[in-house]
């Protein structure tokens, strides 16, 4: 027999409320057979606010764990050897700040080695991707061309000095949450990494020797979704055409330079509210896509937890997807066999037809000047959220079938639902407070002349072309904070704000019965208002999950609402001028992070102060039941959350909640 295939790392995305408290799930994970980790950090240290900012205001702790400064990064890893650990760290805009806060507590663990030696050792991999960023998570900060030099000074710092690091993960995860076909999210993959790997040669920073070094740590990101044949054979295609790009394109002559390595977590976007025990047969065939074909597997694997539609997994959901990975490896046979699928006809013919549609889709963007001009046009995300606005018409009308959503729907009553309060995990309500007094402190005991050198010696360096990694290194050690790096660079780089996608999206190609009812219900009760009913869609806090806000936003403009959406990151003042400069008849508010809490009500008291308390407004998010009951006793008129996937109902319940506001019958 063959000799076993080793298994793939296998991690848990994990990071919540506070550093200790995330550094004590990530070394009981540890000890039960995890092999790496994978650090999900919160909001703020994403976009680059210290916590004591205005825009942090709900969002400390919520979907990660604040890193705002060295102290708190030497806590989330204590008694974790760096040097001995594979460590995934999902940062995009701010990677290169939290890669320098990782060697340098990575030097303090080791004091006796040199930091060269340190740096020799570790290994792991910073997500680091901006362009997706701008595509469909949205927690980008600075504008393209200067979010491209980042990356390209980091790759080129990890290809000269951290050699088994990743130093981007090219990640097409989230752009099939945002609506994706297989065939965009191999395409779009593939333009980012070309954008990429032109701008580190063109750099100049990495000698023509090391170029093959620098295309071998290119690794990727991506999604499986349940339609788990397509979703192997499209992993297959991402291998076949990267191994040609790589050869044709950038002459890479080493085979093992050209292989296309990969991590997954598997899709979140088709976990559902109801019936949520099926998400865990979800996640186990979307695991199989990604493992089954040999010459196709990830090299690392998270699940989520089955009862992520629902809120933050406790412990052991974690523990329980993990189980799912072990008993894969260790129990089943599928390590003692070759690559399955050779030979297989029908599996080479979907994987070139696969290939073909990806190649005239990135030879349609290399043409409008590749993937930094076709965010700028705003090219992809259209057609990204017209392809999202197709599926959601599809599920809607029944051609797409989602168990538990919209055939098979009666059920019994879950035991593990039965008490929804202790079915999943809340952050600490006292993170952001914890993390404020921690800055604080940090500040008290630093040396400020220190940092305000080290911040000055990189904003003087930012002008240049200088790398900017031994600068944000010196920064770390220095003391500066997250907030400080990255207010740094916005006051030499600029902020950027990303096309939402929606004014070029096509929404539903034909209205059926009931959206045509829902047209005439707007049409006359805008009759009787004296004017064209208008909806204000805002996402207020940091949170950069725009896909469902925007699919709201194109669906009530193909049921006849004038739709005003400016994007994502808005404050509560913001959003409260805009309702009154658009004069809208509804407030939308739509947060997917959890700090709906803390925000609705900053709205609600704002429009109250603005005398526009008149103005209905409704909510969309993962809003637990007792969370939705408090938001409407505060005043809001409806709240929606993923259960609702009718979004013509939808459309017809702002018409419901307008009339009642103004007391028509």
Not at 173 to 194: K, N, S
Not at 217 to 230: K, L, P
Not at 560 to 569: D, K, M
Request: glycine share 8%; charged share 25%; proline share 4%.
């Amino acid at each position: 027999m063959a000799e076993k295939d080793r298994p793939w790392v296998m991690r848990t995305y994990a990071g919540h409320s506070t550093a200790e408290a995330s550094n004590a799930l990530y070394r009981t994970n540890l000890a039960k057979g995890q092999t790496g980790l994978s650090v999900a950090f919160d909001l703020p240290t994403q976009t680059g606010y210290d916590p004591d900012s205005p825009l942090s205001k709900g969002e400390v702790g919520k979907v990660g764990v604040p890193v705002q400064h060295l102290g708190e990064m030497r806590k989330l890893f204590d008694q974790i050897p760096l040097t001995e650990m594979n460590t995934s760290m999902t940062i995009n805009a701010t990677a290169m700040w939290l890669l320098a806060m990782y060697q340098v507590v990575a030097e303090e663990q080791n004091p006796d080695l040199d930091p060269e030696e340190v740096a020799g050792k570790l290994a792991g991999t910073t997500q680091n991707d901006i362009i997706k960023e701008y595509l469909s998570r949205g927690t980008y900060v600075f504008p393209p061309e200067h979010s491209l030099r980042l990356i390209s000074d980091m790759i080129a710092y990890t290809v000269n000095h951290i050699p088994k690091w990743n130093p981007i993960n090219i990640c097409s995860y989230h752009l099939q949450e945002a609506g994706a076909t297989p065939v965009q999210e191999i395409a779009y993959a593939m333009c980012t990494a070309i954008a990429v790997l032109d701008a580190v040669k063109a750099s100049g920073q990495v000698s023509d020797a090391d170029f093959e070094k620098t295309v071998g740590r290119i690794s990727f990101f991506v999604n499986a979704g349940v339609r788990f044949v397509e979703e192997m054979c499209k992993m297959r295609a991402f291998v076949e055409l990267w191994d040609e790009i790589t050869r044709e394109r950038y002459g890479v002559q080493d085979e093992k330079m050209r292989r296309f390595r990969y991590g997954v977590q598997v899709n979140s976007l088709g976990l559902t509210e109801p019936q949520p025990e099926n998400n865990v047969q979800r996640i186990v065939l979307e695991m199989l896509a990604v493992t089954l074909s040999k010459k196709a597997r990830a090299r690392a694997v998270q699940l989520p937890a089955w009862n992520e539609a629902l809120g933050l997994p406790r412990p052991w959901d974690q523990q329980w997807s993990l189980r799912l990975q072990q008993v894969l490896a260790f129990e089943s046979d599928l390590l003692e066999y070759g690559d399955i699928f050779d030979g297989s006809t029908v599996v080479e013919a979907k994987v070139q037809e696969l290939i073909e549609g990806a190649k005239a889709e990135i030879d349609r963007v290399q043409a409008m000047g590749g993937a930094i001009a076709a965010v700028d046009s705003g090219y992809m995300k259209s057609e990204l959220v017209s392809s999202h606005a197709q599926r959601r018409a599809r599920i809607e009308s029944g051609e797409e079938i989602v168990v538990g959503i919209n055939k098979f729907t009666t059920t019994e009553p879950s035991p593990l639902t039965a008490n929804l309060d202790e079915a999943i995990m809340t952050a600490d309500p006292r993170a952001e407070q914890a993390a404020i007094d921690s800055l604080n402190a940090w500040k008290d005991q630093r040396n400020q002349a220190e940092v305000d050198e080290a911040l000055a010696a990189l904003a003087a360096a930012a002008k240049t072309d200088e790398n900017l990694m031994p600068f944000t290194l010196a920064a770390a050690r220095a003391g500066a904070t997250t907030g400080e790096w990255a207010g740094t660079l916005r006051e030499v780089f600029g902020e950027f704000r990303a096309p939402t996608g929606v004014s070029g999206a096509v929404g539903v190609a034909e209205a059926g019965e009931d959206l045509t009812k829902v047209r005439e219900r707007v049409r006359a009760t805008g009759e009787e208002l004296g004017g064209r009913l208008r909806v204000l869609v805002g996402k207020p806090g940091l949170d950069g999950h725009s896909n469902g806000a925007e699919q709201v936003a194109v669906r009530a403009r193909d049921a006849g609402f004038e739709v005003i959406y400016q994007g994502i990151r808005l404050t509560p003042e913001q959003i409260v001028s805009a309702a009154v400069a658009e004069d809208v008849h509804l407030v939308g508010l739509s947060i997917l992070s959890g700090s709906h809490m803390e925000l609705v009500p900053d709205v609600l008291d704002q429009m109250k102060a603005a005398g526009i308390d008149d103005i209905p407004v409704i909510v969309g998010g993962i809003i637990p039941e007792s969370d939705a009951a408090k938001l409407k006793e505060l005043g809001v008129a409806a709240v929606y959350t993923p259960k609702d996937f009718g979004l013509t109902e939808i459309m017809d319940g702002f018409v419901d909640v307008i009339r009642q506001a103004n007391n028509l019958a």
